[in-house]
Each structure stands twice: as structure tokens, then as C-alpha cells.
């Protein structure tokens, strides 16, 4: 388990989850991407890429390849199960949770809340 990371948004917020950052992280390192490449795809900065990067790298999820200045980071077997997993755990919470729109923000009048 990852601890200290936010599953879940109070209501009408606008920001995204750990879950889903990790989620897209995982994504978007499934066949290898340098840093920048993560920090474009995933929309985030260098501070908060860097804090994710080593929670994955620690927890086995994605293992780095590569010397510096050059490392890939390529999501790993684990890395890409948790991935499945959290498709799974949230289409049962969310009613069909799907990567590719859980990543847009949406109006909460949307949902009827």
C-alpha cells in the first residue's frame, strides 16, 4: 500500500486525485519516458513529478533505466497490475470509472450532485 496519497476529492473539487496522477504516470511509463516526457503528458510540474517518481520507483512500480542525464523510467510488471487494479476499484465505486475521462474535469451538475 502507498501511504499518505489522496484517493478521493471532496465534492466540486477541481483537483486530481493521487490515484489518477498515478494512474496516468503509470500510463504514460509503460514503454519507457524520460522525465519531461512524464511531465508533459501528466500536465504537472518538476517538483511534484519528481515527489511521485520516487514514491513508484520505492514501491516497485516503475523501475529506472539508464544514467543520468538520460534515465527512463518504465512502469513494471507491479506497476502495471496496481494500474489494473485501480481500473477495476474505481469502475465499481464510479459506475464505469474509465482512464481515458477520468482525467478531464467535469461539472458536478453532471453527476446529479
Partial sequence: MISGLRLVN??????RTDDKIIYLILDICQDGALKTNIIQGAKLN?????????ILVKSGMITELGKKPTIMFKTTTRGSKFKKKLVGLHSQINNGWTPEGSFSVTDSSENGY
Fill in 10 to 15: 471532496g465534492m466540486g473539487s477541481k483537483r
Fill in 46 to 54: 518538476y517538483t511534484t513529478v519528481n515527489r511521485y517518481l520516487d
